[in-house]
Every structure is written in C-alpha cells, then in structure tokens.
C-alpha cells in the first residue's frame, strides 16, 4: 500500500489534489506518508491534501480539507487551495491563508455546504509547529521522548462562537494559530472524520478516543508504517466493513535538524 520510492518536494513545489493516492514524501524537515480513498471507489472525492515546500527549504506546510458532497464544488475547492498554498509558499503566519480560504470557498460553494479544514506549518530548523483547525479533527501526536501518542487537542478557544468554524460558513470568521515544538522522531497523524466515524458491527462509533487507543500499539518505524496500521486497525474496528466515506491519512514525522 506504501507505494513508489518518496517523492522529494523541490523548492516552491505544490503537490496533492483530491485522488486515490499512497505516496512517501520529504519535505524540508519531515518525511511524510499520504493517503487517500475516494468514497465506493472512486478516482476522487472530497478529502483534498495539499503539500508544500517553501523557497529557500526552511517551511513546509501541509493542508487537509473535507469538503462537504462531492462533484464541481470539491475540484473548485482543489484549485483554490492549491493557489493560496502557491500564493502562501512563504509565508509561516497561517491566519491570513485561513481567512482568504474562507473567503474564497464561500465563492465556489452551494447554499448549505461546508469544508472543515487544518493548516500545518513547520519550521524546519527549530521544529515550530504552527496550527490552524476550522472544524477538523484533532491529530495524533507521537512524542518520541516519552514514547507515547496524545491528542493533539483542540486548538480553538471554546468561549468564542465564531474562532475556528468550517470554511463557507460565516463570512470574515477568524482564525488562529497555536504553536507547539516537535521534536526530532516525533510523529503526527493528521486524518478526516471517516477514521474517527467509523463504526462497529454493532453501530458504536470509533471517535477520538477510540482513535487513540488503536494508536497506542503502532510502530514508529516510518510514517509509511505507522500510516498502513492505523488503517488496518480502524478496518478491524469495522469488521471489515468499507469505509462509509472518503478516507484520508497524512503521517509526518520529524527529522534530525
């Protein structure tokens, strides 16, 4: 499932889109692993990834979107972002590339449809993480020194209504960034609600902290690796059942400075 040899990302590239893909990456910092289901088997769905490295090999940034329905509205999402993540190459502030987001989605997008949306920036000399969240998931954290996984946790600041929300929801909606330092060895595992909605035979659902749990026991070999059993323990989960929509998985690990 791990696919072809890695692919480097050169200086100013942009790569992803909304297809069927298992693909090694390295971008300035990290190794990463993508993949991607479409839904019944199609060649492209509403999960649409996106990665970047900047021009002078310093920042490489990583999105992940879940674009409600499917048809025009997703490859008209897939084309803008791939724009503001060209627009934004090199650029480590996040909060403007969230609100042109936005801005731009609610552009494209029919009455009553919405993308949930995560941002990643890494600075690749110190390890900064940058992170903004609209409505995804949270995503699972290795912590290499204590030899253990954790939610990274929501990010968003519950008192305010309008921080955070989905994209194409409210019209100049904020959004912010949290910070947090990954060190050398660490792993993150960024994912759509199609892992943590899967359900039982018996009907009960995975969640996040279900998710969790099924993290405890994977290797840390590679994000390829770790990627590949997290899969095969949320379809055990399932019984074996198919996933009930498009299911998309981003490992990244870091490297040594």
């Known amino acids: 499932m791990s696919g072809s040899e890695a692919h480097g990302l050169a200086c100013m590239e942009v790569w992803g889109g909304n297809g069927r893909v298992a693909q090694a990456l390295d971008l300035p910092g990290l190794t990463a692993w993508v993949y ?24 490489a940034r ?69 992170v903004t969240n609209a409505g995804q998931p949270p995503p699972l954290w290795y912590r290499a020194a204590r030899k253990q ?30 910070a947090v330092r990954l060190l050398p060895g660490d792993f993150l595992a960024i994912y759509t609600d199609a892992l943590t909605e899967a359900k039982s035979p018996v009907g009960e659902m995975l969640e996040n902290e279900g998710l969790l749990k099924l993290a405890a026991s ?17 379809g055990d989960y399932r019984g074996g059942a198919p996933a009930s929509d498009d299911q998309t998985l981003v490992v990244l690990q870091r490297l040594a400075a």
Not at 99 to 112: D, I, Q, T, Y
Not at 222 to 233: I, M, T, V, W
Request: aromatic share 8%; hydrophobic share 45%.
């Open 36 to 59: 991607s289901e479409p839904y019944a088997g199609s060649d492209t769905g509403g999960d649409v990834y996106y990665l970047s490295a900047c021009s002078r090999g310093q920042l």
């Open 218 to 234: 994977l290797p840390v070999d590679s994000p390829a690796a770790a990627g590949e059993a997290l899969l095969k323990a949320v």
């Open 149 to 178: 996984w954790e939610l990274l946790g929501d990010l968003v600041a519950p008192e305010a209504e309008d921080i955070g929300l989905p994209l194409g929801l409210i019209d100049g909606t904020s959004y912010v960034q949290t």
């Open 62 to 130: 990583v999105c992940l979107a879940d674009v409600s329905g499917h048809g025009p509205t997703v490859g008209e999402m897939a084309e803008c972002l791939r724009e503001l993540m060209s627009k934004h190459v090199n650029a480590f502030d996040q909060s403007d590339f969230a609100r042109e987001l936005n801005r731009a989605f609610a552009g494209v997008v029919r009455a009553g449809r919405f993308a949930t949306v995560s941002l990643f920036g890494l600075a690749s000399a110190t390890g900064e993480l940058v």
